[in-house]
């Protein structure tokens, strides 16, 4: 008997390998519309991924690439722009099928909703990217399987703070103790144990190597159990 009675998804690295192919291009292809010579090669992206959203990325890169830059009172405007026009970018590259589903998630989708379980997400990213990635790969039915869907400017603050988490849970309206957080990265982790919940992390391309201390189960992808499986081996009495 595992005693959940919900999921609750990260996106970027968990539900697809997004970062890379997805987001990394997309900033790059807004910075040079936007004239600026920024380029963001796939290490050094993995590097500004300690810096948790979209906006506050671009903010970390320019304080310490464009001072002068970062320092003008427009430039929280810009930083703007240029996320709405990487937004725009991303969700064009996920329409188009550029970024596929991890092996094994919507299996595990099908096999909750099977199980009754409710299904919720917890992300940093923006909700239009949210949606344009469960349309790209998911049928109607199961995009619509998730109940609630925390993303983005919802909450102040960002993983690794729990805020993200505890928005769900109480549009949830279920204890921690009822949930599992799926994540992929450290940041993730933290936030999903500081709103109190247990953590299943299935390591992705760019969170290889980070530590998973307190998780309750760590796997290399979701393919490799049945969801029964899983939440045995994460289960809370
Ligand atoms: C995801 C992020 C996001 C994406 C970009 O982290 O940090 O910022 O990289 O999305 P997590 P936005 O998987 O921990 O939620 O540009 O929309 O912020
Ligand atoms: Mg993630």
Redesign the pocket.
């Known amino acids: 008997m595992h005693g959940y009675q919900a999921l609750i998804f990260?996106?970027?690295?968990?539900l697809a390998e997004?970062?890379r192919d997805g987001?990394r291009v997309a900033f790059n292809a807004a910075f040079a519309d936007a004239g600026l010579p920024w380029h963001w090669d796939a290490a050094t992206y993995g590097e500004l991924?300690a810096v948790?959203?979209?906006?506050e990325?671009i903010a970390h890169f320019a304080a310490r690439h464009a001072p002068d830059l970062a320092c003008r009172a427009d430039f929280p405007a810009l930083v703007g722009r240029l996320?709405w026009a990487?937004?725009a970018c991303y969700m064009n590259l996920v329409a188009a099928g550029a970024i596929p589903l991890r092996p094994g998630v919507a299996r595990l989708i099908d096999e909750a909703r099977a199980a009754g379980l409710r299904l919720a997400i917890a992300?940093?990213?923006?909700p239009e990217?949210v949606d344009a990635l469960l349309r790209a790969n998911l049928r109607a039915a199961a995009g619509a399987a998730f109940t609630v869907i925390g993303a983005?400017d919802v909450v102040a603050a960002?993983?690794p703070a729990p805020d993200i988490y505890r928005w769900v849970l109480d549009r949830l309206a279920l204890p921690a103790a009822a949930c599992l957080a799926v994540?992929?990265?450290e940041?993730?982790l933290r936030a999903a144990l500081g709103a109190g919940l247990s953590c299943l992390v299935t390591v992705g391309e760019y969170s290889r190597g980070q530590d998973f201390a307190g998780a309750r189960l760590v796997v290399e992808g979701l393919d490799q159990a049945s969801l029964a499986d899983l939440l045995a081996r994460c289960g809370n009495g």
């Open positions: 990260d996106v970027d690295g968990t997004t970062e987001h991924l948790s959203g979209g906006k990325r996320h990487k937004t992300t940093t990213t923006s990217n983005g960002k993983k994540e992929d990265s940041n993730g």
